[in-house]
């Protein structure tokens, strides 16, 4: 596609219930990375996902949140027991990661986004 | 851990006035990129600068990378009401395979 694409939009859910969030990357862009922005903040670092490497897990804040990628194509998020801290939109990003002397060399197309709202 | 701070948080100027965002990291870059982001929507690229001591300049704003890589600047001239938005700096650590944003600056503009 022409660019990094997210669904649903928007989310409402109540608490307790599982959410799933679909990432479609950039065709062709090994890396994906999900991001998680509460209304007013920064970027928050959940989890990257590199080619067929072990993702990097590190941000993400709990057990309760998972996330799966098929290859180089389609991510979803998976947020389990959804909490009213939760609520935030969260952004999906893809690159093509040109790793050059150990450096990044490559840009991140942003997705517009999913805002989710737990009640 | 590993952290990216930016400032001012917020800085609201008048149209025609000039806007400088600082950003700081607590380790040395191997390069750093910075993002607009307008009110609800997502971040934009807008440059990568790699180099140390680089300056780089996209019409009205211009791009600093310090000489010990651990900090870069953004400065906007003659602000214009479509330079409303955040702006993140993004680092990308030495030895790590992933960007750390920064808290990103907001800038409003008054006309």
């Known amino acids: ?14 608490k307790g219930k599982d959410v799933e ?3 479609d990357p950039i065709s062709g862009h090994t890396a994906l990375y999900w991001y998680r922005q509460r209304l007013g ?26 996330a799966e990628r ?3 194509s389609v991510s979803t998020l998976t947020i389990q027991r959804t909490q009213q801290e939760d609520s935030a939109v969260y952004l999906c990003a893809s690159s093509s990661h040109m790793v050059s002397s150990g450096r990044s060399t490559d840009t991140q197309y942003f997705g517009p986004g999913t805002r989710l709202t737990v009640l | 851990g590993q952290q990216v701070m930016q400032i001012p948080q917020y800085q609201h100027v008048q149209e025609g006035e000039d806007f ?11 390069n750093i990129q910075w993002y607009k982001q307008r009110p609800g929507g997502h971040p934009v690229f807008l440059i990568q ?3 140390s001591g680089e300056v780089k300049k996209q019409k009205r704003l211009t791009f600093q990378f310090g000489e010990a890589k651990k900090n870069s600047s953004l400065h906007i001239t003659a602000t ?6 955040t702006y993140f700096c993004a680092g990308y650590p030495s030895g790590t395979y992933k960007y750390i944003f920064g808290t990103g600056t907001r800038l409003k503009v008054l006309a």
């Open chain 1, 1 to 14: 596609g022409a660019g990094v694409s997210q669904s649903p939009s928007n989310k409402v859910t109540e």
């Open chain 1, 21 to 23: 969030l679909r990432c």
């Open chain 1, 41 to 66: 903040q920064g970027l928050e670092f959940l989890i990257y996902f590199q080619g067929n490497s072990a993702p990097d897990k590190s941000g993400l804040p709990s057990d309760r949140f998972s």
């Open chain 1, 70 to 72: 098929t290859g180089e």
């Open chain 2, 20 to 30: 400088t965002t600082y950003c700081n990291s607590s380790t040395t870059l191997s």
């Open chain 2, 49 to 51: 600068l790699v180099k």
């Open chain 2, 80 to 85: 214009q009401t479509t330079d409303v938005g």
